[in-house]
C-alpha cells in the first residue's frame, strides 16, 4: 500500500493568521494517526509562513515511533531569525526522511524540482550529513527528470515527483500526458534502484488515477486539498477517504 503522509502546512497558516495556538497542529497530527496514516509531512520555510521550528520540534516528540516523520524544504536557504537552516532542524529532530526542494524565498508554493545532472554535486556533501543524521534522503523532481544514477551516485533513496503540472491538466480534463510523464519518469527511476513519492496539489478527484498508473508508488504527501475537503468532512473522515484509494 502506498503511504500516506498529512502535510499540516495548513493547518499553521490558520493557526498564525490568529496568532495563538488553534488550531493545533499537534491535534491535528494526532487525529490523523488515528485515523490511520502513515506519516505527518511538514514544509518550514524561512519565513516561518506556516509551519515553525518549535512546531517541528513538537511534532518529533508526538510522532516518534508512530508515525513516519517527513520534513521538506531547500537546504540551501540560509538560517534567518529564528530558522535555523533545514540541515540543522534534521539534525536537531531526527526525522524519518528529508525531502529537499530547491524552492526559493518568493514563491509561493514549490513549483519545480532539481535537476539532477547540474544539481548532484553541490547537494552530495548535504546528502551525506542528513543520512549521517540517519534521515532517508528524497529529491523532489520534475515529472520528465533525468540522470537518476547521480542521485544514486551521492547517496540519494528515493525522489518526489512534482505533481503540479498532472494535477493542473487533471483539472482542465485531459491528463494523459501529464500523467504519463510520471509514468515513464517512475519507471526510469525505478530501474535505476530509486523507490518513488509523489507529492503537490493531489486531491481525492486525481489520486486514484495517479496511484493505479504508477506501481509501487512508495508514498503520497498529501496537504492543501485534504486539509480544504476537512473543513467540510472533518479530518478523520477525509483521511480515511484517501487511505481508502491507496488501498
Ligand atoms: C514540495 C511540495 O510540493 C510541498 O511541500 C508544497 O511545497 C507545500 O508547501 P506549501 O504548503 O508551503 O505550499
Ligand atoms: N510534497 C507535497 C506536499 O507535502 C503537499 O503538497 P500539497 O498537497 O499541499 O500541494
Redesign the pocket.
Known sequence: MTLLSV?L??IAVLRNSRGGTEPSVIQAAQTCIEAGCGGI?V?P?PDQR?IRPDDVTALAQVLRGRVEYNI?GNPFAPARGSYPGLIELARMVKPTQV?L?P?GDGQ???DHGFELEKDAERLRPLVAQLREIGCRVSL?VDAGANGFEHAIAIGVERI?I?TGPYAEAFAEGDAREALGLCVETARRAQQAGLAVNA??DLSQANLGTFKAAIPGLAEV?I??ALIGEALYEGMSTTVRKYLQILR
Open positions: 502535510n502546512n495548513k509531512t514544509h520555510r506556516h521538506e525531502t526542494v524552492d509561493i508554493t514549490s523532489f518526489e512534482y507529492g503537490h504527501s496537504g492543501h
